[in-house]
């Protein structure tokens, strides 16, 4: 079972280049996703009700890639393994649906990010 955490407002949950050991359902409250480039922090999404992050810490070995601070008393759901997540997911059909969409959605996206630094690279070779 998912543990259940209340964090503060201005709190860090977990930095950029952290191991990631666990992902976070936002129950209440509201968390931003940063990160910070040439000393400057860039805004890449705010969490709210029902959203997720963190998720790739349960499916690769890697250090996180952004940075996630809590903007408004957060309680979260804390799911610390792929066995837990497993079970979350078929304890709470609906919410798989929209973990199964959000991560299309998230591909997608990246997918489309992808394809336009190849075009623009091949555009630069083109005039060389």
Do not use: H, W
């Not at 029902?50 to 349960?58: I, K, N, P, R, V």
């Not at 996630?68 to 709470?92: S, T």
């Amino acid at each position: 079972m998912a543990s259940i955490v209340t964090v503060k407002a201005g709190k860090i949950i977990f930095q950029e280049g952290d191991k990631g050991v666990s992902m976070y359902i936002v129950l209440e409250g509201s968390v931003e996703i940063y990160v910070v480039l040439k000393g400057k922090e860039v805004s890449l999404s705010t969490m709210k009700v029902g959203d997720f992050f963190g998720e790739m810490a349960l499916f690769r070995d890697k250090p996180r890639s952004a940075c996630a601070r809590v903007i408004q008393d957060v309680r979260l759901a804390v799911i610390e393994n792929k066995p837990q997540l497993e079970k979350f997911l078929v304890d709470n059909p609906l919410f798989a649906s929209k973990m199964v969409n959000i991560m299309a959605q998230r591909l997608a996206s990246t997918n489309d990010m992808l394809f336009q630094k190849i075009n623009e690279l091949s555009a630069r070779k083109a005039e060389f």
